[in-house]
């Protein structure tokens, strides 16, 4: 909408605007001077306000100073009479009475309050003073509570009395109130885990104990046991006293932790100098059994110390100690041993594969089988070779090797196959066959039986032992996909045996091309049976099946030959319909040839001439020969394996079925071929 139609629709308000508008100035100069005037009052009020609070600001200031300075006098006032309450308690640290225990305790307070003086009053005159006092007072101290400690836990093997626990518990809060832990640690384990610790964990007594590795571990974790009441104690400061001065005056702070930095440390440090051979990876099966005994005691350890402190566990598997110990195992070198060992062997195996299995019981042919299931067992077994920290590099390995004898027999029998196709006899024909139907047994072995046994009944289970959150389905589905390969060997293998079946049929089936010599020009009567090699194509299947299939075999063979001769005899059927065709054509070219001779010859003689001619002729006998063929062929292939191809076998006799006819005598012979022979 335009500017001219707005006014246009409200033009009484836009004439009356102007009106509206008149003093408008006048009335804004009235307001603006009381506004003036109030702004100006409040910037006087709000510059009062700053200077009051200023001074105030200034006057805190000061107060504050002074409180600190009363309260630094104050302690300053108390710091000598610290000091020489402290003095008096320990009296001469040379002398011959021994300060208590609770004593030790009280001192240690006090050396807490003179600390927390020191910080406050840092910065002033007299703190070089005070802590020049500190540090003689602390030196004392620290030898004071290091005598005591010592007495208390060399005492341990003796009767512990119960004065003896108590100065014990004493000593150790004054060690927690000092924040002294770590000396209150080295120390036990210098004056007890050391002395202990030296006595097993060493070459001699690894190699003249009779238990040799485990004799080492067991005798630790009998100090554990030995050390039960000086752990209890611990705990037991840990979750009475201490909890409570710490909730009152946030100063002590228990880091008591024995266990890791005392006995586990001790334990990793004599392990790695006095026994370090037990680590060396040079004998894989001498570096499994320790590895394998190795984490089996700290298991045992972390059952021992579980008991021992509830959250020992998380702090253990944390710490920098444990995770040395791990870092000290060379995993990785054991692996490339045990993968050049197996797959050293498999393919040593793998060369020798048409060797029998000289174990029937199982039901495998092949000793290369045989050394498959039997490296798989060897792969994840934990007490021979398998290590749960290896875990996916031995699953990549279980699949590897899978695979490589999968992949072996397929191009194995993909070149046999080439070999097939180029060649016309076969050489050591039934060699290859029993090879062949080894394998088929085995592979259907593996795929059927075999290797999902072993998944389900040895892989699972110990994958299940290293961790419940690896997902066994998806591992399975894997594993399932890589049997499959087994599954298109088998695929090719049988297609190989019949291929070489086939050829031995055909060989004798080839001799068909030989009928027409047999018949032309030789005046032999008309054929009233079937030829010999006939039967002998059909014994060659009849000879495979009995020999590969029988009650003495496995249902699963015995399938795979009636598998086997239900493709041969198809593609027998195909093939004998492509010899028979070719055959039939070719005399009938003959025939036309000779025909269009006759004619010619005719031009020169009468006509009565051709009367003397036999009523059936050469071509006739071998087109019948063939007839009579292929009917003992499909009768023969009936009877044996009561299956003749089908539709193959119909396609084939309809190339002679017209010959038939021909069964008939001479005379209806001749008058049918002539009947024929018009209608055409």
């Not at 909890?243 to 001790?266: A, P, Q, T, Y």
């Not at 070779?385 to 194995?412: G, V």
Request: aromatic residues 10%; glycine residues 2%; charged residues 25%.
């Amino acid at each position: 909408m335009s500017m001219s139609d707005l006014i246009n629709k409200d033009y009484p308000d836009f004439v009356n605007l102007s009106t509206n508008l008149v003093d408008l100035e006048k009335v804004i100069n009235d307001l603006k001077t009381p506004l003036d005037s109030i702004k100006s009052d409040v910037d006087s009020v709000k510059s009062s306000l700053d200077d009051e609070i200023g001074q105030i600001m200034s006057k805190l200031s000061e107060k504050l100073l002074i409180e600190k300075r009363r309260i630094v006098l104050k302690l300053l006032m108390n710091w000598q009479r610290s000091v020489k309450v402290t003095n008096e308690m320990i009296g001469n640290p040379n002398g011959p009475q021994k300060i208590s225990g609770d004593h030790v305790q009280r001192i240690a307070f006090e050396f807490c309050q003179l600390k927390n003086s020191l910080s406050i009053c840092a910065g002033e005159e007299k703190s070089t003073i005070l802590t020049q006092d500190i540090d003689k007072l602390s030196q004392v101290l620290e030898n004071i509570m290091r005598d005591l400690f010592i007495d208390c836990i060399t005492s341990l093997d003796k009767i512990f009395s119960s004065e003896k626990k108590q100065q014990l518990r004493h000593v150790l809060k004054s060690y927690s109130l000092l924040g002294k832990e770590k000396h209150a640690e080295q120390l036990y384990s210098q004056y007890v885990v050391e002395p202990y610790i030296d006595q097993f964990v060493n070459e001699d007594y690894l190699q003249n104990n009779i238990q040799k590795l485990d004799g080492v571990y067991e005798k630790i974790l009998e100090f554990i046991d030995s050390q039960e009441e000086f752990f209890s104690i611990v705990s037991q400061i840990h979750s009475s006293g201490t909890n409570e001065e710490n909730k009152n005056n946030n100063i002590i702070n228990n880091g008591f932790d024995f266990l890791i930095n005392s006995v586990w440390s001790c334990i990793l440090s004599k392990l790695e100098y006095n026994m370090s051979s037990i680590f060396s990876a040079s004998d894989a099966d001498l570096f499994h059994q320790n590895f394998k005994k190795s984490f089996d005691f700290v298991s045992k350890f972390e059952a021992k110390c579980i008991k021992i402190d509830k959250n020992f566990l998380s702090n253990f598997n944390q710490s920098q100690s444990f995770k040395y110990f791990i870092k000290k195992w060379p995993i990785q070198v054991y692996y490339q041993i045990r993968f050049q060992e197996i797959v050293y062997h498999f393919e040593s195996d793998l060369i020798k594969y048409s060797y029998p299995n000289p174990d029937k019981s199982d039901n495998l042919c092949l000793n290369i089988t045989d050394c498959l299931l039997k490296k798989l067992d060897f792969i994840w077994s934990e007490q021979q070779c398998f290590l749960k920290c290896l875990l996916p590099q031995f699953w990549k390995l279980n699949l590897q090797i899978i695979n490589r004898y999968s992949s072996f027999f397929n191009c194995l029998i993909r070149s046999k196959i080439e070999q097939l196709e180029k060649v016309d006899s076969l050489v050591d024909l039934s060699s290859d066959l029993d090879i062949s139907f080894n394998v088929l047994n085995d592979l259907n072995q593996l795929y059927e039986f075999k290797l999902p046994n072993v998944f389900d009944g040895v892989i699972a289970p110990v994958i299940r032992t290293c961790s419940q959150n690896v997902p066994i389905s998806s591992l399975k589905e894997a594993f399932n996909f890589s049997i499959q390969m087994l599954k298109e060997s088998e695929v090719f293998l049988i297609d190989f045996v019949s291929k070489t079946i086939i050829q031995k049929c055909l060989a004798q089936l080839k001799l068909a091309n030989d009928i027409p010599r047999l018949y032309r020009r030789t005046n032999r009567q008309r054929p009233e049976n079937s030829l010999p090699y006939v039967k002998s194509a059909v014994e060659s299947i009849q000879t495979f099946r009995d020999t590969y299939s029988g009650e003495d075999k496995s249902a699963e063979q015995n399938n795979i030959v009636k598998k086997c001769v239900l493709n041969i005899v198809d593609s027998v059927c195909i093939s004998y319909q492509s010899i028979a065709s070719d055959l039939l054509e070719s005399v009938r070219k003959m025939e036309d040839s000779l025909k269009r001779l006759q004619r010619v010859t005719q031009r020169n003689k009468s006509i009565n001439s051709s009367n003397n001619s036999s009523l059936i002729t050469d071509d006739d006998k071998i087109r019948f020969q063939i007839y009579l063929d292929i009917v003992e062929f499909g009768r023969v292939l009936d009877s044996q394996f009561e299956f003749k191809g089908d539709s193959n076998y119909d396609s084939l006799f309809k190339l002679v079925e017209q010959y038939a006819i021909l069964k008939q005598d001479n005379n209806s012979a001749q008058r049918a071929i002539d009947e024929e022979n018009e209608i055409n």
